[in-house]
């Protein structure tokens, strides 16, 4: 039980760096995150989480996430967004899901006590600690999926049962929404990215509305001081010349799959997503990662080395600082890393979900300690 505080600008990028490890490619833009929390660090406040027994079992607890593509906008986009008015946003993006957090709030009527980001990301998950701050009630230490996932069913709170709805939204500009009911989840995350979109951007989402002692049946505890301690790893092994992706593998027990130069990028903005392939050639081989905003499939020389829901990372050669898909660049010089999926994600619901039938491919899950002997 305790706290954990970020004090300084470091631990804030420490912080972030392991949350954008985590979000596998996608989870938002991690210099955003950045600024969510050094924001509210700048203000004075306390910038952290609890521990998840610190919730009490009767209090209400709800998820906060960001829905929307990660592409880059284009000039054309961006012209076609004046038409509507859409030039000077109201708020941040931590401002979208703390005033989700309110909305949410006076919706139900129920007081909300804590927050739990819904997953690992540079973006989604210090935005989901700031709106906390901002609302001034704590997060908590784990999310509900122990990376980035780009469906909201893809979590553990689908695969335990639990009702997502109703679910507060709220874009850059100041529009409002609430999902008051839905008939299953595929359908309110159809209707959460619709609103992006026609947002242009992304919206701050606040559902999952549930008592500590439901919320302690399906959070992956623990996670955020996860990321916090492989960023600042990272990090440390730079200062200390030491190599970055060793002391990263050393660390989590995973695989160095590839390593090369990013020779081409195929990228598609599409119904709320970013979708896309990056070709990776090596010194005798070449190798492909598919993302649907994260990573998700990974072949090298066309036999498939690692598929969701286990963990591809992208990270800089040198530095071992994780990528994130759209700052991803030609030319690039780049290690892909596989790691193992949390457990529950390698059941057969959470297989179900976030495997590669899920995503339209024509194979099964195999374990990436399998596909890598």
């Given at each position: 039980m305790g706290k954990k505080l970020l004090k300084t600008e470091t631990d804030v990028r420490d912080f972030v760096r392991g949350c954008t490890f985590y979000g596998t490619g996608g989870g938002g833009l991690p210099e955003n995150g950045v600024k969510s929390l050094m924001s509210q660090l700048e203000a004075g406040k306390e910038v952290g989480w609890v521990d998840v027994n610190d919730i009490p079992d009767d209090a209400y607890v709800a998820c906060t996430f960001l829905m929307g593509s990660i592409a880059?906008?284009?000039?054309?986009?961006?012209?076609?967004?004046?038409?509507?008015?859409?030039?000077?946003?109201?708020?941040?993006d931590n401002e979208t899901l703390?005033?989700?957090?309110?909305?949410?709030?006076?919706?139900?009527?129920?007081?909300?006590?804590?927050?739990?980001?819904?997953?690992?990301?540079?973006?989604?998950?210090?935005?989901?600690?700031?709106?906390?701050?901002?609302?001034?009630?704590?997060?908590?230490?784990?999310?509900?999926?122990?990376?980035?996932?780009?469906?909201?069913?893809?979590?553990?709170?689908?695969?335990?049962?639990?009702?997502?709805?109703?679910?507060s939204s709220v874009d850059l500009w100041g529009n409002v929404c609430i999902i008051k009911d839905a008939i299953n989840y595929r359908m309110v995350e159809r209707i959460g990215k619709i609103l992006s979109v026609a947002a242009y951007s992304m919206t701050g989402d606040v559902g999952f509305l549930m008592t500590g002692k439901e919320m302690k049946e399906s959070i992956l505890s623990g996670t955020l001081t996860e990321c916090y301690e492989i960023g600042k790893l990272i990090r440390e092994a730079r200062e200390a010349k030491k190599d970055p992706i060793e002391e990263i593998i050393d660390k989590l027990g995973g695989f160095l799959l590839a390593e090369g130069r990013v020779v081409k990028k195929e990228t598609e903005d599409k119904a709320g997503y970013y979708w896309g392939v990056h070709t990776i050639e090596g010194k005798n081989d070449i190798t492909k990662v598919w993302f649907k905003n994260e990573n998700h499939i990974a072949w090298k020389n066309d036999e498939v080395i690692a598929t969701s829901p286990d963990i591809i990372v992208i990270v800089d050669t040198k530095t071992g600082e994780p990528m994130a898909n759209p700052l991803l660049e030609e030319g690039d010089e780049v290690a892909v890393l596989g790691f193992k999926a949390r457990d529950i994600f390698r059941t057969k619901k959470g297989v179900d979900i976030l495997g590669p039938r899920y995503f339209g491919f024509d194979f099964d899950y195999k374990p990436i300690e399998e596909l890598n002997k």
């Open positions: 880059p906008l284009t000039s054309e986009v961006k012209k076609e967004m004046e038409s509507f008015g859409l030039v000077e946003p109201k708020y941040t703390a005033k989700a957090v309110k909305e949410l709030s006076e919706y139900t009527g129920k007081e909300i006590s804590a927050i739990v980001p819904i997953e690992l990301g540079g973006a989604n998950t210090p935005g989901g600690i700031a709106a906390g701050i901002i609302n001034g009630i704590p997060a908590v230490d784990g999310d509900y999926t122990g990376r980035a996932i780009p469906e909201i069913q893809q979590t553990t709170p689908y695969i335990n049962g639990k009702v997502l709805w109703p679910i």
